[in-house]
């Protein structure tokens, strides 16, 4: 079982992205999904999560410029960020709790690689 990450890139101020990231492999069931992000010299901060039934999440600081959203079906989360700052600038990462066809019924909590996402002022 995997997460994929893709998206990033480098945008200038003001500008959007759309981050995706899928789950594959031998999945039984995906619960909670979210993003976090990591800034050079600083801690992984939780960005927003989505539960399997659609409540979700945001870091308070994030909230209006980033939506985050997930296809089932797809077992694919995606985040949405507008009005990009330099300060946004981070590797962005997945991570779900997955239950795949070995491991179920206990969920085990999987991470991405990351993507880097760089703004420019």
């Known amino acids: 079982v995997q997460l994929v990450e893709s998206g990033g890139g480098l945008v200038q101020a003001g500008g959007s992205l759309r981050l995706s990231c899928a789950a594959s492999?031998?999945?039984?069931?995906?619960?909670?999904m979210g993003w976090f992000r990591q800034a050079p010299g600083k801690q992984r901060d939780m960005v927003a999560a989505?539960?399997?039934?659609?409540?979700?999440t945001y870091a308070d600081s994030l909230k209006g410029r980033f939506t985050i959203s997930r296809d089932n079906a797809k077992n694919t989360v995606y985040l949405q960020m507008n009005s990009l700052k330099p300060e946004d600038t981070a590797v962005y990462y997945c991570?779900?709790?997955?239950?795949?066809?070995?491991?179920?019924?206990?969920?085990?909590?999987?991470w991405g690689q990351g993507t880097q996402v760089t703004v420019s002022s």
């Open positions: 492999g031998n999945i039984f069931s995906v619960n909670g």
């Open positions: 991570n779900a709790d997955i239950a795949s066809t070995s491991s179920r019924p206990s969920y085990l909590k999987v």
């Open positions: 989505i539960t399997r039934g659609g409540t979700i």
